[in-house]
């Protein structure tokens, strides 16, 4: 945590206290308190330390996990830009070398014949007198005995013409970039800008040759050579890494990403109040970084717009035209900032948003407000902060959809009582065409089961063009994907929405984070633990397939790319991806509904795992599970929860007569209508019941009745009716089972040893687009449950065993118990207002 043990300054004699975080110090100003004395107050009109009571600049010891993560998310990412920029260099140095060379062969050609035809010229009217007039050294600028300009230097031919900047950028190794040349309107290198420069063969005086060298043959080489190097490091600059903090305050921010991120080459610090950009300017002498951080006057809104346009030619030493990422952390909403800044950023950078109204975005008690701030509905019920996350997420996404941009969240919080989202841009008219099909309603049974069902608001169509290409058709969605009751507790459902339907992180980026927490020194990290626990989760969150991913490790190497670079690249997520499980449930709330004890986590997880599901946990929310596990085949298992666990129960629940007397779930209420379908209940199949219902209505007995009209008609329809109660109906067949092979083969991990048969087989589930889609989850035993309810089986079919160690070997591996939410960076912390008695 952040210390305030070292001693305080005295600046303009005005005492600081110095406060520690990271590798950064800031100077955090005392004050007097200039209430009303207190009787029988010690402390009454004595300077208060800044940490208690009002504060001169606001520093927030509470929100230095916040700060820590962001460092490392932007350390993370920051690698990845600098590297696709060196990638993009030496792609272009390469294609200036290859026209290069190809121009070089041409125009060899043709001066060779050019000599042969001057040569032959020359000999027939070129007078002795005219070569001893014309012969010697000289220097640029000479003219030959005529008047004409002198054609060669030394014996050497010289040529003076035009090439472009490609060409120009050869004398420059691929490691460096010299960005001071002529650029276009989005701050890149113009190939095409004309650069007059003088060409020279071998051997002859050039820009970066001496007189001396010139007029004396014998100059060593490798005195000219060393002092071309030296001309070429002072010309060429780092590559380019900027960071807009556009809400400073103190300045915390941006002092601790020019002193912990290596290669950041500029920080803006901005803020609009005339006292914090003075402590800003404090802080920044007082961490030496004049030459990288620069503090700036002004509205965020304002500054940020300022940079939607050309470049200046001349902007200063502060001057920056795109920013490579850009940081909001305001209080309160976001929203108003985030059109600006995307106006600042450039393509490929990164937006670190933060929320801190969660009160708004994460709660049923002003949707109107919600509405006006992120075009979208809360969502009631312990799933709201992940709605939450994601309606911001949509907000972000239709604001930068205006300018052809396509967000890509890297790694999406809910932590405390703000969230946190690091989102990467994209300029892309065709990715933005997507939009429509990653966005969802969800019509929610906040008042009933705690269910839910979404709905795509458009379509997305894979499709292969002729070369072989993919491209997309975007349609209309079929609407609506359920009935306004829940379907398995007949309440009413609400609408919440549209919000995004993606995937909420990018596992390879939060892989990349996670495995530097081992490295880090937990003296300046102090909350390392608790990052460690929440990106282990979030990593969980997101199970997708490889082939949707472009690893690292498989990519082609370009020829002239170093290695390095291309590891270092964080590949993007195919941007139609949509999120297998959106949402998470608490099963707490769902044993509440049936008024049964909650189960534990294990063996539920492991009942999922047993199905072929994935089950995961949330880092939103302790104890929660996040599967793709469809909501009927998620109360079927709570329901065989209760039956093989809470057996002594179920008939206090429902009396002792079926369906009737005095039970402990009233009769018509969702935990009555969701556990009136439970089975084998006192031994008797609940299939009997819709038996019944259709025996009668074959009878003639029943509404909408076939009626018998004869004997036979009879005696056919009781011969069924005992052919299901002795051999019940299964589906498996319905399932699509075929053998595996090398390439499509289900993985299998050391906890999946109570594996069925099928371990031979591979399961091909069909998508919505028709193609088949192999079930190769690592995590996930295989077994047919899955494919039987996409099949359209029954939920009741399905053999559920409450497997505790697959549960608990699962969690084990992705972690075991982890720290995630919050410890109190000091003793009796607490709100400012209540925390002014307290020590020092």
Not at 183 to 194: E, L
Not at 809 to 834: D, T
């Given at each position: 945590m952040a210390s305030s043990d070292i001693a305080p300054i005295t600046i303009n004699d005005r005492q600081y206290r110095q406060i520690k975080e990271g590798q950064a110090i800031i100077l955090a100003p005392y004050q007097k308190d200039l209430g009303k004395p207190k009787k029988d107050s010690a402390q009454a009109g004595q300077p208060r330390n800044n940490d208690e009571g009002n504060q001169a600049v606001f520093y927030n010891p509470i929100q230095q996990y916040n700060r820590d993560l962001s460092v490392l998310a932007i350390l993370t990412h920051g690698e990845s830009s600098v590297a696709l920029k060196k990638q993009k260099h030496e792609k272009n140095v390469n294609r200036s070398r290859q026209k290069k060379a190809a121009k070089g062969k041409q125009g060899a050609n043709a001066k060779t014949k050019n000599a042969t035809e001057a040569g032959l010229v020359q000999a027939s009217t070129t007078k002795p007198t005219d070569c001893v007039a014309n012969s010697g050294a000289g220097d640029y600028g000479q003219t030959d005995g005529s008047g004409n300009p002198q054609t060669e230097v030394n014996g050497t031919e010289m040529s003076s013409r035009k090439r472009t900047a490609d060409e120009a950028e050869?004398?420059?190794?691929?490691?460096?970039?010299?960005?001071?040349?002529?650029?276009?309107?989005?701050?890149?290198?113009?190939?095409?800008?004309?650069?007059?420069?003088?060409?020279?063969?071998?051997?002859?005086?050039?820009?970066?040759?001496?007189?001396?060298?010139?007029q004396d043959p014998s100059t060593d080489d490798a005195d000219v050579a060393q002092h071309e190097v030296g001309t070429s490091e002072k010309r060429a600059r780092p590559t380019p890494f900027t960071i807009l903090d556009a809400l400073s305050a103190s300045g915390l921010r941006a002092v601790r990403y020019a002193k912990e991120i290596p290669f950041t080459t500029k920080v803006v610090a901005n803020d609009m109040l005339p006292e914090a950009v003075q402590a800003i300017k404090l802080n920044i002498d007082h961490n030496n970084l004049k030459d990288t951080v620069f503090a700036n006057l002004g509205d965020a809104r304002q500054f940020m717009y300022s940079k939607s346009g050309n470049e200046a030619l001349d902007g200063g030493p502060a001057y920056v035209h795109k920013f490579d990422v850009v940081d909001l952390d305001p209080y309160g909403s976001a929203a108003p900032f985030i059109d600006a800044a995307l106006q600042a950023v450039a393509d490929g950078g990164m937006l670190c948003v933060t929320c801190t109204d969660a009160g708004v975005w994460a709660s049923n008690g002003y949707p109107e407000k919600a509405y006006a701030l992120y075009s979208g509905i809360p969502l009631k019920g312990p799933h709201s902060h992940e709605a939450g996350l994601r309606l911001i997420l949509h907000s972000i996404a239709t604001t930068a959809s205006k300018y052809s941009i396509a967000i890509e969240p890297l790694l999406s919080l809910s932590i405390?009582?703000?969230?946190?989202?690091?989102?990467?841009?994209?300029?892309?008219?065709?990715?933005?065409?997507?939009?429509?099909?990653?966005?969802?309603?969800?019509?929610?049974?906040?008042?009933?089961?705690?269910?839910?069902?979404?709905q795509l608001i458009a379509r997305n169509q894979a499709k292969e063009a002729k070369n072989g290409e993919q491209f997309f058709k975007h349609g209309f969605a079929q609407a609506p994907s359920t009935d306004r009751f829940c379907d398995h507790c007949g309440t009413k459902t609400h609408l919440g929405g549209p919000m995004w339907a993606g995937p909420l992180h990018n596992p390879l980026f939060v892989q990349k984070i996670l495995d530097r927490l081992p490295d880090l020194d937990k003296a300046v990290y102090g909350t390392t633990e608790r990052m460690r626990g929440m990106l282990t989760v979030a990593l969980e969150e997101e199970s997708f397939d490889s082939s949707i991913i472009a690893k690292p490790g498989n990519q082609k190497s370009v020829p002239g790319q170093s290695n390095e670079n291309?590891?270092?690249?964080?590949?993007?997520?195919?941007?139609?991806?949509?999120?297998?499980?959106?949402?998470?449930?608490?099963?707490?709330?769902?044993?509440?509904?049936?008024?049964?004890?909650?189960?534990?986590?294990?063996?539920?997880?492991?009942?999922?795992?047993?199905?072929?599901?994935?089950?995961?946990?949330?880092?939103?929310?302790?104890?929660?599970?996040?599967?793709?596990?469809?909501?009927?085949?998620?109360?079927?298992?709570?329901?065989?929860?209760?039956?093989?666990?809470?057996?002594?129960?179920?008939?206090?629940?429902?009396?002792?007569?079926?369906?009737?007397?005095?039970?402990?779930?009233?009769?018509?209420?969702?935990?009555?209508?969701?556990?009136?379908?439970?089975?084998?209940?006192?031994?008797?199949?609940?299939?009997?019941?819709?038996?019944?219902?259709?025996?009668?209505?074959?009878?003639?007995?029943?509404?909408?009745?076939?009626?018998?009209?004869?004997?036979?008609?009879?005696?056919?329809?009781?011969?069924?009716?005992?052919?299901?109660?002795?051999?019940?109906?299964?589906?498996?067949?319905?399932?699509?089972i075929e053998p595996s092979t090398t390439h499509d083969r289900v993985n299998t991990d050391d906890h999946a040893a109570d594996t069925s048969s099928t371990n031979d087989m591979n399961i091909v589930i069909p998508t919505k687009n028709g193609a088949d889609h192999a079930v190769s989850?690592?995590?996930?035993?295989?077994?047919?449950?899955?494919?039987?309810?996409?099949?359209?089986?029954?939920?009741?079919?399905?053999?559920?065993?409450?497997?505790?160690?697959?549960?608990?070997?699962?969690?084990?591996?992705?972690?075991?118990?982890?720290?995630?939410?919050?410890?109190?960076?000091?003793?009796?912390?607490?709100?400012?207002?209540?925390?002014?008695?307290?020590s020092a």
């Open positions: 050869l004398n420059e190794g691929p490691g460096t970039i010299d960005w001071g040349r002529k650029r276009s309107r989005d701050g890149k290198i113009d190939a095409g800008a004309d650069i007059e420069v003088q060409q020279l063969n071998p051997g002859a005086a050039g820009p970066h040759t001496s007189a001396a060298a010139a405390d009582f703000y969230c946190r989202l690091f989102i990467r841009v994209h300029k892309s008219q065709q990715d933005v065409k997507l939009m429509a099909g990653t966005t969802m309603l969800v019509y929610n049974c906040d008042q009933g089961c705690q269910a839910w069902d979404t291309t590891i270092a690249v964080i590949p993007r997520l195919e941007p139609q991806l949509i999120s297998p499980s959106p949402l998470f449930f608490l099963p707490t709330y769902l044993a509440k509904v049936l008024s049964i004890p909650t189960p534990a986590e294990d063996p539920l997880r492991g009942a999922f795992l047993g199905l072929g599901y994935t089950c995961t946990r949330s880092h939103c929310k302790p104890g929660s599970f996040k599967t793709n596990a469809p909501w009927k085949v998620i109360w079927e298992v709570m329901r065989e929860w209760a039956r093989q666990k809470e057996a002594s129960r179920i008939p206090r629940l429902f009396g002792e007569a079926e369906f009737e007397g005095k039970a402990s779930v009233k009769k018509s209420s969702p935990g009555w209508n969701i556990l009136k379908r439970m089975r084998n209940r006192k031994g008797d199949n609940l299939s009997v019941a819709k038996l019944r219902e259709a025996l009668l209505q074959k009878l003639g007995t029943g509404q909408n009745s076939d009626g018998v009209e004869t004997v036979t008609d009879l005696q056919n329809i009781l011969k069924s009716a005992l052919y299901e109660l002795e051999h019940p109906s299964t589906k498996a067949s319905h399932a699509v989850d690592a995590h996930v035993p295989r077994t047919t449950g899955k494919c039987i309810i996409d099949a359209g089986g029954d939920p009741a079919e399905l053999a559920i065993v409450f497997d505790a160690q697959l549960g608990r070997a699962f969690r084990e591996s992705n972690g075991g118990k982890l720290v995630r939410y919050q410890i109190n960076p000091r003793a009796n912390w607490g709100p400012m207002v209540r925390a002014g008695t307290g």
